[in-house]
């Protein structure tokens, strides 16, 4: 079956402008997790979702990051007014339920440059 | 709250050589341990995770991984290296006793000399 998918897979921006992030999940995957991978360093949790809550926000890094989850399946990153340390690869993934045990499925990334 | 340290951000060895990367971790409570790969220019993929059975962990790619309670430590192991496993190694710890939150190391890049 078809893996985690995210688009767009890379994007440029100037400075101050939002941008949309978009992850369509494993189909039947209930957990989704957004995570932050920048240039020279590990992977950053940003938030996850169980169904469509998100009951864990404590990762976003600013008010200026958000995110949502419709429908228990796509889920789409906000960052507004993006700032030149924005820039980082943008990994979603998902597991079949919220446990702690369950493997989180990795998309490609989306590769997000503010000038 | 949990970490995950992985020491060396840069490892190198010869072709048919051991590979060993190093991750030790702290937790308050029964961890459970992951191992990911990312190859260049590709998403993570899950090597290997350990979940409170076996404390010796087998992997895809001949990795495997032995949970040591005592050291804190569940280092990556592969008796021989090839060509096709340089990339970029991320040790993981499960937060929580309910959370799914996943903290990762800062990652170990393995280079293979031929």
């Known amino acids: 079956g078809a893996g985690v998918s995210q688009s767009p897979s890379n994007k440029v921006t100037e400075k101050g402008k939002d941008v949309e992030l978009r992850c369509d999940p494993i189909?039947?995957?209930?957990?989704l997790y957004w995570y932050r991978q920048s240039l020279g360093q590990g992977l950053e949790f940003l938030i996850y979702f169980q169904g469509n809550s998100a009951p864990d926000k404590s990762g976003l890094p600013s008010d200026r990051f958000s995110a949502e989850r419709t429908g228990g399946s796509v889920s789409t990153l906000t960052i507004q007014r993006t700032q030149q340390e924005d820039s980082a690869v943008y990994l979603c993934?998902?597991?079949?339920?919220?446990?702690?045990?369950?493997?989180?499925?990795f998309g490609p990334g989306t590769r997000l440059l503010v000038l | 709250a949990q970490s995950v340290t992985q020491l060396g951000s840069h490892v190198s060895v010869s072709e048919g050589a051991l590979v060993l990367l190093r991750c030790n971790y702290s937790?308050?409570?029964?961890?459970?341990l992951f191992w990911y790969v990312q190859y260049p220019n590709q998403g993570l993929q899950l090597l290997l995770k350990?979940?409170?059975?076996?404390?010796l962990v087998k992997g895809i790619n001949g990795f495997e991984a032995e949970f040591k309670k005592s050291e804190t430590s569940f280092h990556l192991t592969k008796p021989s290296a090839h060509m096709s496993d340089a990339a970029e190694y991320f040790c993981?710890?499960?937060?929580?006793?309910?959370?799914?939150?996943?903290?990762f190391g800062s990652g170990t890049r393995l280079s293979i000399r031929p």
């Open positions: 189909s039947g995957h209930t957990a």
């Open positions: 993934a998902s597991s079949k339920r919220w446990d702690r045990q369950e493997t989180q499925y």
């Open positions: 350990y979940t409170s059975a076996a404390t």
């Open positions: 993981a710890v499960s937060e929580g006793s309910s959370a799914s939150k996943i903290i």
């Open positions: 937790s308050s409570v029964p961890p459970y």
